[in-house]
């Protein structure tokens, strides 16, 4: 429940004396001097949504438990009404965050559990990925490590490729570990430009992604797409990785692996925290009247690979297992 919410709740109390005021909810706990919710409480509201915690002078603050009528639930700390410090948030599919929130928006060091078993661990700027942090494809067991920015793969980054040894009989792994790497620049979720891919620290491939129209792609209709969506193809946003678009690789050369070679290095982002603004204000409310539905819409999706799975890469002849 929003602050404007609450503040209709309080403007429709009519009690009197120590007699409930709140007409528009249920609620049982301590008061004030005013007879505003105040210290602990639980409060029943009239959207179907149950909170149970702390509260100042009116408003949820404090730590406390808010549990939404179609099964989302938040649990952690809260500040003049909104989701405000560490705390987690269990979708009803499954997803879950378990981190720092600012003015109900995911805002500093937090993880993402995806509901197809992807993460992303990292940093968060009003409610994107933005900063350095990682993500992990649980169906490939592949990493990307690197910058984000407004919630997508942009600047320095390293995707690390797992390696397993089989036994051919039992068809059991045997061995794991990461063999090889991608570093290099990503652009809109993409990698593009020149890169390398590293070969358990041994030798390197040099050269570089293109990004280019998919032929298999079918762009008739593509801009419908991208405006309209529909429920099985969400609409694509600005924030979203190119439709149609794949990279490819070009190599040129092979080298012995030497660190002076790499590209530059994922570094952290500088994020200046203003003071509050009118801006800032509307932005948050805006935010209140999708929490709990279309709230997180663009996080709440994985993230695809950047890179296909069925990409070939022109690997140098190495004799992995006897490397």
Not at 159 to 165: E, M
Request: proline share 6%; hydrophobic share 25%; glycine share 14%.
């Amino acid at each position: 429940m929003s602050d404007d919410d609450l503040e209709t709740e309080k403007a429709g109390e009519d009690g009197e004396g120590g007699e409930e005021r709140y007409p528009y909810g249920e609620y049982e706990g301590g008061k004030d001097e005013q007879l505003d919710r105040h210290g602990w409480g639980s409060a029943l509201l009239p959207n179907g949504d149950i909170y149970e915690g702390q509260y100042y002078h009116g408003r949820r603050h404090g730590k406390g438990l808010y549990c939404f009528k179609n099964g989302a639930r938040y649990e952690g700390e809260w500040r003049k009404g909104l989701k405000h410090g560490h705390g987690d948030f269990l979708y009803p599919d499954g997803t879950k965050y378990m981190g720092h929130w600012r003015k109900d928006l995911k805002h500093g060091q937090g993880t993402y559990f995806y509901a197809n078993g992807d993460t992303y661990e990292g940093f968060w700027y009003k409610g994107l990925r933005h900063g350095l942090g990682t993500y992990t494809y649980k169906s490939v067991n592949v990493t990307h490590y690197g910058t984000w920015k407004n919630g997508r793969m942009e600047g320095p980054g390293i995707i690390n490729y797992p390696y397993y040894r089989y036994d051919d009989a039992s068809r059991i792994t045997l061995s794991y570990r990461f063999l090889y790497r991608y570093h290099g620049n990503f652009e809109k979720n993409l990698p593009k430009g020149k890169g390398c891919f590293t070969f358990d620290a041994k030798y390197m491939q040099h050269g570089f992604y293109v990004n280019m129209r998919d032929p298999a792609f079918d762009y008739v209709g593509a801009e419908e797409l991208k405006i309209e969506g529909t429920d099985n193809n969400p609409p694509v946003e600005d924030l979203g990785t190119p439709i149609g678009i794949v990279p490819i690789w070009r190599a040129r050369n092979i080298t012995e692996y030497k660190t002076e070679l790499l590209p530059p290095e994922p570094v952290p982002l500088l994020v200046k925290d203003s003071e509050d603004s009118i801006l800032d204000i509307i932005e948050y409310l805006q935010q209140q009247y999708h929490e709990g539905t279309g709230a997180d819409e663009e996080e709440h999706r994985a993230t695809p690979s950047p890179v296909p799975q069925d990409m070939l890469v022109d690997i140098p002849d190495i004799d992995l297992d006897n490397i």
